[in-house]
């Protein structure tokens, strides 16, 4: 008889799972024995991700969805209960990082990027923890996990912003839904090592991860402990906590 896995049975859901940071925490949740929805606003990328992860044993269901749209939250929901028999876990990891402008300093920022990178970034989390409470009352408890970013912690512009508010949304979200024991962290990764993180360096700036972080440079593979510890039994008394996973990049006390 194959070993029992600590996620065996659970069914999570993961956005922005595409590839990079997602395509990496479908593989950790799928190894650990749990069923997932990959959901991402490119269709292409997220059918691609899943048939890379497609194997023996191996539950994943693609989907296209907008995290900033609630009806596109709702049939994501729905996907999972039909396909998988409820909702367990959500990963709130989709975000827009690359794709904001550079070369703009943060006082000139159009209005349009601004909302745009709150819409995705932290209106997207509020929506997925508002669409998957009810399903993981269901069950009697959740687990919800939002990658917020060590950017949050110093001067990032709208994404530091973005992402300092999902520690905050994790605080309030963490404390309210304790009594239905659902736990709300979050995973703050430093740079890491993504196609799209790559994207976003300044030219000649592309040594810095390495040098930026005591420990070095890390990859997506380098967090899957963090989620682990959020989404498993070991980690039923964590709520409202950030955990930076960064190589010691970002050190608070
Ligand atoms: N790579 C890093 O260094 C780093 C560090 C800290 C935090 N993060 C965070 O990790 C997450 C993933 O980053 P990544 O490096 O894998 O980048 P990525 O660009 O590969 O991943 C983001 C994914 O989100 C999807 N997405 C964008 N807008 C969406 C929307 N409206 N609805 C649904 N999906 C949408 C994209 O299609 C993409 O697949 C992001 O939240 C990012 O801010 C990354």
Redesign the pocket.
């Known amino acids: 008889m194959a070993e029992a896995r600590p996620l065996d049975g659970k069914v999570a859901i993961v ?10 925490y479908t593989r950790c949740l799928t190894g650990a024995g749990a069923s997932v929805v990959m ?4 269709a292409e ?2 059918e691609a991700a899943a048939t890379r992860l497609v194997g023996d044993g191996v539950n994943v269901l693609p989907v296209t ?4 749209d609630p009806a ?1 939250w709702a049939s994501v929901v729905k996907s999972g209960v039909d396909a998988f028999g409820g909702i367990d876990i959500l990963v709130n ?7 904001i402008p550079m070369d703009v300093p943060f006082s000139k920022l159009d209005l349009e990027w601004w909302d745009r990178v709150l ?3 932290l209106t ?1 989390p509020f929506l997925g923890i508002q669409a998957v409470v009810p399903e993981m009352k269901k069950r009697g408890g959740g687990r919800i996990v939002n ?5 949050a912690f110093g001067p990032s512009g709208v ?1 530091g912003v973005s ?1 300092l508010g999902l520690v905050s949304l994790t605080v309030s979200m963490a404390h309210e839904l304790a009594r239905h024991k659902i736990t709300v962290n979050a995973i ?10 790559q994207r ?1 360096l300044p030219e000649g700036m592309e040594g810095m ?1 390495e040098q930026i972080a005591p420990l070095g440079g890390g990859t ?1 593979e380098d967090a899957n402990g963090a989620l682990l510890l959020l989404t498993t039994d070991a980690g039923r008394w964590i709520t409202g906590q950030t955990l930076n996973v960064d190589g010691g990049w970002v050190m608070r006390i």
């Open positions: 956005t922005g799972a595409g590839g990079g940071f997602g395509e990496s959901s991402d606003i490119n990328n997220v969805a907008d995290v900033t596109s990891n989709a975000g827009l990082m690359s794709e819409a995705v970034n997207g990658q917020s970013s060590g950017g994404y992402k703050a990764p430093g740079f890491t090592n993504t196609p799209a993180a976003s991860a997506p």
